[in-house]
């Protein structure tokens, strides 16, 4: 095979976030299948990677973060126009200029009518991410999409009438090496000494980049919803890369300060995972959330809203609990409760959930070995030189 030059662009990279990852994996796939790889990013924070990857930091300025990625979309295509040429340009964050969109967030016009107020569809901001959606999904543009949830497809095709032919599925992915299992009894006592916890605790953890979006709120007052006996031997862990400060002040204000735990992100997450006794992911609205499927791949009974797309795989392997939609507060508040008591009482279904979301994720690891992104890249690349 002839060798190929990707240009992958990304606003910002860290090492624990799972767009992140799936760009890391896939640059290192190509890489290793004699491909070069330059990857273009505002901010870089973690491990560089070597050999046929090539990292160019190039920070945005302006005011406000969405002026910060124009100006970093600016300099990229640039550089690209006058420096590079490549086979392929794949964007993992929403802008013009694209051969691939790698579509791990949900559709943005879809949540600014649903979510927002009109008045926020007058802003700058709102304008601007708005037109580099319709420059990607257009039925006049040519960008081909990569989805991790085909549930999203329809979405986007009722805002903006794009042809079936340019999305392409990806299956979840799930790393054998990142999910090796170990002795639950010593992780659990891992998780617990890592947080300075009595070997008691009942905990359960949730995880993710952006806090609010994760619903991190939702679940602090779910947690102050709890019967104070019920609450004394509990605690959440929540981690990720954000702001703590609001949500300790509203656990605080709520009463229940003590018995929420926030920890920015680390790599330990897979063992941590193994030693709790449920995850918590009530998010407001996530595009996949690959998360739970890691967490159900740890044994983890899971606790997710249905308006996560993989909330769909809790439901079909039956390891755990999904809050419908619409999203009601007094029903997370019940499934909590009902969760806990079940963690307390020691209930057969625990065992049940763990085991068939392990047996689940075990059928999804089989079918996505880690290559699929890096294959329908190899082909996009291939068909777009045949094309010129």
Not at 86 to 106: C, I, K, S
Not at 157 to 186: C, G, K, M, N, V
């Given at each position: 095979?002839?060798?190929?030059?990707?240009?992958?662009?990304?606003?910002?990279?860290?090492?624990?976030?799972?767009?992140?990852?799936?760009?890391?994996?896939?640059?290192?796939?190509?890489?290793?299948?004699?491909?070069?790889?330059?990857?273009?990013?505002?901010?870089?924070?973690?491990?560089?990677?070597?050999?046929?990857?090539?990292?160019?930091?190039?920070?945005?300025?302006?005011?406000?973060n969405f002026q910060k990625y124009q100006d970093f979309i600016r300099q990229v295509q640039t550089r690209?126009?006058?420096?590079?040429?490549?086979?392929?340009?794949?964007?993992?964050?929403?802008?013009?200029?694209?051969?691939?969109?790698?579509?791990?967030?949900?559709?943005?016009?879809?949540?600014?009518?649903?979510?927002?107020?009109?008045?926020?569809?007058?802003?700058?901001?709102?304008?601007?991410?708005?037109?580099?959606?319709?420059?990607?999904?257009?039925?006049?543009?040519?960008?081909?999409?990569?989805?991790?949830?085909?549930?999203?497809?329809?979405?986007?095709?009722?805002?903006?009438?794009?042809?079936?032919?340019?999305?392409?599925?990806?299956?979840?992915?799930?790393?054998?090496?990142?999910?090796?299992?170990?002795?639950?009894?010593?992780?659990?006592?891992?998780?617990?000494?890592?947080?300075?916890?009595?070997?008691?605790?009942?905990?359960?953890?949730?995880?993710?980049?952006?806090?609010?979006?994760?619903?991190?709120?939702?679940?602090?007052?779910a947690l102050a919803s709890l019967p104070e006996a019920m609450r004394k031997h509990f605690k959440l862990?929540?981690?990720?890369?954000?702001?703590?400060?609001?949500?300790?002040?509203?656990?605080?204000?709520?009463?229940?300060?003590?018995?929420?735990?926030?920890?920015?992100?680390?790599?330990?997450?897979?063992?941590?995972?193994?030693?709790?006794?449920?995850?918590?992911?009530?998010?407001?609205?996530?595009?996949?959330?690959?998360?739970?499927?890691?967490?159900?791949?740890?044994?983890?009974?899971?606790?997710?809203?249905?308006?996560?797309?993989?909330?769909?795989?809790?439901?079909?392997?039956?390891?755990?609990?999904?809050?419908?939609?619409?999203?009601?507060?007094?029903?997370?508040?019940?499934?909590?409760?009902?969760?806990?008591?079940?963690?307390?009482?020691?209930?057969?279904?625990?065992?049940?959930?763990?085991?068939?979301?392990?047996?689940?994720?075990?059928?999804?690891?089989?079918?996505?070995?880690?290559?699929?992104?890096?294959?329908?890249?190899?082909?996009?690349?291939?068909?777009?030189?045949?094309?010129?």
């Amino acid at each position: 095979m002839v060798a190929l030059k990707f240009a992958f662009l990304i606003f910002k990279y860290f090492p624990y976030g799972g767009m992140q990852r799936d760009m890391a994996r896939t640059a290192s796939r190509l890489a290793a299948a004699g491909h070069t790889v330059d990857i273009f990013a505002m901010s870089w924070d973690g491990e560089v990677p070597q050999g046929n990857i090539q990292v160019h930091i190039l920070p945005g300025s302006g005011w406000f973060n969405f002026q910060k990625y124009q100006d970093f979309i600016r300099q990229v295509q640039t550089r690209i126009a006058h420096e590079f040429k490549f086979d392929l340009v794949v964007g993992y964050n929403r802008m013009g200029g694209l051969d691939v969109y790698f579509a791990a967030d949900p559709c943005f016009i879809e949540r600014a009518h649903r979510q927002r107020s009109w008045l926020y569809r007058l802003t700058p901001r709102y304008r601007w991410f708005q037109g580099i959606e319709q420059a990607i999904f257009s039925p006049q543009a040519d960008t081909q999409i990569l989805m991790v949830d085909m549930a999203e497809k329809a979405v986007f095709q009722r805002w903006y009438q794009t042809q079936d032919d340019r999305f392409h599925y990806i299956p979840p992915y799930l790393s054998t090496e990142r999910l090796q299992l170990h002795d639950r009894a010593e992780m659990r006592a891992y998780l617990r000494n890592a947080f300075d916890l009595p070997q008691d605790t009942i905990l359960a953890l949730l995880v993710g980049s952006g806090f609010y979006m994760k619903g991190l709120d939702r679940a602090v007052q779910a947690l102050a919803s709890l019967p104070e006996a019920m609450r004394k031997h509990f605690k959440l862990i929540a981690i990720g890369q954000d702001k703590p400060g609001p949500f300790i002040n509203m656990a605080r204000k709520l009463g229940v300060g003590d018995n929420l735990i926030i920890s920015r992100g680390r790599p330990d997450i897979p063992q941590l995972m193994q030693g709790a006794d449920f995850y918590l992911h009530p998010a407001y609205r996530e595009n996949t959330g690959l998360v739970i499927l890691e967490a159900m791949a740890s044994g983890l009974p899971v606790l997710a809203t249905a308006s996560c797309g993989y909330a769909l795989h809790v439901q079909a392997a039956e390891a755990g609990s999904v809050v419908p939609v619409p999203f009601e507060q007094a029903t997370l508040n019940r499934m909590l409760q009902e969760m806990l008591s079940l963690v307390q009482g020691r209930d057969a279904q625990l065992d049940a959930w763990r085991d068939n979301g392990l047996h689940y994720t075990r059928g999804l690891m089989v079918a996505n070995d880690g290559s699929a992104e890096a294959l329908i890249m190899q082909r996009l690349a291939q068909q777009k030189q045949e094309r010129t």
